[in-house]
């Protein structure tokens, strides 16, 4: 049995080899077969250039590929022409402020805050601050006539710490009146006079040394009403004043005015002159002006 099965095998192998030698080319000569011929290298071409064709076709397959994404960008809106703003009007020049100096926040003559009524004003509370002591005058010896002219300028020059004047006007009844400095409304209520911060003193060349008292309406003042009969002055009466140094100033009445609070130009000086200045409210009762009293130094 085992011998048949090797025969079996050896039979089919034969089989298998003569089925498969026909179909094998047969050898040649290495030498007699021909060479193939060298061939050149192709030479690349350069691409032709896209056509609109193929620029559409590319161009609309971006376009799919950003809808696939969603990354469309959209134009922004144009934003609308702003409005014409309206034509505004030019602002009016506010008036030069000439008072100066402590009076810088005063921007009207002083005056009373209200106008007079004209029937009895209501009684007013005394002020809380009691009024200062008055101080008896400074005794003097009897000046000589060399002593009656006028101080040299470096005389005039030196300057008095306390700033505080004596007031004297015969025709008025007012003898060595102390007058304060200060630029504040309420001051000049309290007191009832002062000289206007920011204006001259009568030891300074080419003064104009202003000061204001009330006419009127206030009987509480430590001084009340002191001008009340300023327009009586006349041309030529004696103004006296002195400093806390002793010195004294003479001056003689020459000219008045009726201004508006708003004329601060009353409270400059005047080019080659010293002066001095007494400012009381007018008329009354309503006391809508300023009168003005100048006098011209003679001493």
């Known amino acids: 049995m085992e011998g048949l099965r090797t025969y079996g095998l050896v039979l089919a192998v034969v089989l298998i080899a003569s089925l498969i030698l026909p179909v094998l080319p047969t050898p040649q000569d290495a030498r007699s077969e021909p060479r193939p011929a060298e061939t050149a290298p192709a030479v690349e071409e350069p ?30 809106p144009e934003e609308p022409a702003p409005a014409p703003e309206p034509e505004r009007k030019p602002r009016k020049k506010e008036p030069e402020r000439r008072v100066r100096a402590g009076a810088t926040t005063v921007d009207v003559l002083p005056g009373p805050a209200r106008k007079a009524p004209e029937s009895k004003p209501p009684a007013r509370e005394p002020p809380e601050r009691k009024p200062p002591k008055r101080k008896a005058p400074v005794q003097r010896a009897p000046e000589s006539k060399a002593s009656k002219a006028r101080p040299p300028a470096a005389v005039e020059e030196r300057k008095p710490r306390d700033t505080r004047l004596l007031l004297s006007i015969p025709r008025l009844g007012i003898e060595d009146v102390a007058v304060g400095d200060s630029p504040d409304q309420s001051y000049l209520d309290r007191e009832g006079i002062m000289h206007l911060s920011g204006t001259g003193f009568p030891y300074e060349r080419g003064s104009n040394t202003y000061i204001v008292g009330h006419a009127a309406d206030y009987d509480a003042s430590r ?39 708003t004329d601060v130009w009353i409270t400059e000086p005047v080019p080659g002159k010293e002066i001095i200045s007494l400012q009381t409210c007018y008329p009354a009762p309503s006391f809508a002006k300023r009168l003005i009293i100048r006098a011209e130094r003679v001493k």
């Open 223 to 261: 001084v009340p009403n002191v001008f009340h009969n300023l327009k009586g002055l006349q041309q030529g009466d004696k103004i006296t004043l002195r400093d806390a140094l002793g010195r004294t100033y003479e001056y003689r009445a020459y000219r008045y005015f009726i201004v508006n609070p």
């Open 47 to 76: 691409p032709e250039p896209p056509t609109k064709a193929t620029r559409e076709t590319r161009k609309s397959a971006y376009e799919k590929l950003a809808l696939n994404k969603l990354t469309i960008e959209r134009e922004a």
